[in-house]
């Protein structure tokens, strides 16, 4: 498709980035927690996923670093404030909103990025990776939930609105 792939991973990681001022300060603090919890807990997965080869990158941004850094730090940290920000409280509409989300990676997206010879899946069907990003998705919001939810121990709520 193209000879330079790694200009979409350029564009993949930083673009997103652009919206972030339309997110809102308040957004941002209220979720950027469980948003990088979620983006830590995947950069932990993809080393198991290297490990017993359930998708490939074969192309990297920076020779050291896994070939989902860009994915996770553009699209899916900045990615995860927004779909919180209208889902959160919820919980349906922030079912289907990433069911959706997760539909259009698995299918036409990951399919654009083997035709750009950056990735494909190996030892994972792409049902199998839906109820990945299924599990993830629940733990994202578990997430928030507990942050916002949850009694701190000195008694304080954490409990924030938009």
């Known amino acids: 498709m193209t000879k330079h792939p790694r200009i979409w991973l350029w564009s ?18 209220r979720f950027f927690a469980a948003s990088l919890f979620i983006t830590l807990l995947i950069r932990l997965e993809s080393y198991i996923a290297e490990r017993r080869k359930w998708w490939w990158f074969y192309e ?10 860009p994915l996770l730090w553009g699209q899916y940290l900045i990615g995860s404030m927004w779909i919180l920000k209208y889902t959160y409280g919820h919980f349906l509409k922030y079912l289907v909103v990433n069911f959706f989300t997760d539909l259009f990676f ?11 010879g950056v990735f494909s899946y190996v030892r994972l069907s792409r049902p199998q990776v839906m109820i990945i990003f299924l599990v993830k998705s629940l733990l994202l919001y578990g997430f928030q939930f507990i942050k916002e939810n949850v009694t701190s121990a000195n008694g304080i ?3 924030g609105k938009n």
Do not use: N
């Open 60 to 69: 990297r941004l920076f020779p050291k670093a896994r070939g989902e850094t």
């Open 106 to 116: 698995i299918f036409p997206f990951s399919s654009f990025l083997k035709k750009l």
């Open 12 to 29: 993949i990681m930083l673009v997103p980035w652009l919206s972030l001022p339309f997110l809102g300060k308040k957004s941002i603090r």
């Open 157 to 159: 709520r954490l409990k």
